[in-house]
């Protein structure tokens, strides 16, 4: 049996040896720069919340939302940053308890909810299509301190 809670600070050590899955999988370990004493710390942030599935043997999955501003609305919206099933406990309806525990999150507050998902994460798209969500075909962009570095000192 599957129980969805929210994290604390004493999941910290599990919460990272999961998100260091989750980017070796995605091929981005190399930018992962919190840790578990990081991760307690940031457990402690009214504005995070991560959810940790787990069974008798430990935790299974997460997903981790941080709660900011909407700007077209004036309010708040939830952003789902992660959502992860460890390998050995996927297509067991574990994602869509913890989607479940989301939309629960947002529910209190009557929250839009936001993720993104890779183009070529085709069994993601239909997982979370399959949950009733609107897929809208959008890039997203990011700059790395260096990137945006040396756009700044080109910008002089």
Do not use: C
Request: aromatic share 6%.
């Amino acid at each position: 049996m599957i129980h969805i809670r929210q994290a604390g600070p004493g999941d910290a050590v599990a919460l990272d040896e999961m998100v260091r899955e989750l980017a070796a999988h995605e091929g981005d370990l190399e930018h992962v720069h919190v840790d578990a004493e990081a991760w307690r710390e940031l457990l402690a942030r009214p504005d995070v919340r991560v959810l940790i599935a787990e069974d008798d043997a430990g935790a299974v999955g997460f997903t981790s939302t941080v709660r900011r501003i909407h700007l077209w609305t004036g309010g708040d919206l939830l952003a789902l940053d992660d959502l992860y099933v460890r390998p050995g406990h996927r297509d067991k309806g574990i994602g869509s308890q913890l989607m479940t525990a989301v939309a629960r999150l947002a529910a209190e507050d009557d929250l839009l909810v936001q993720w993104g998902v890779r183009l070529n994460n085709h069994a993601g798209q239909r997982f979370y299509a399959r949950l009733g969500a609107t897929l809208n075909t959008k890039m997203t962009a990011s700059w790395t301190p260096a990137q945006y570095r040396r756009h700044l000192a080109a910008a002089r």
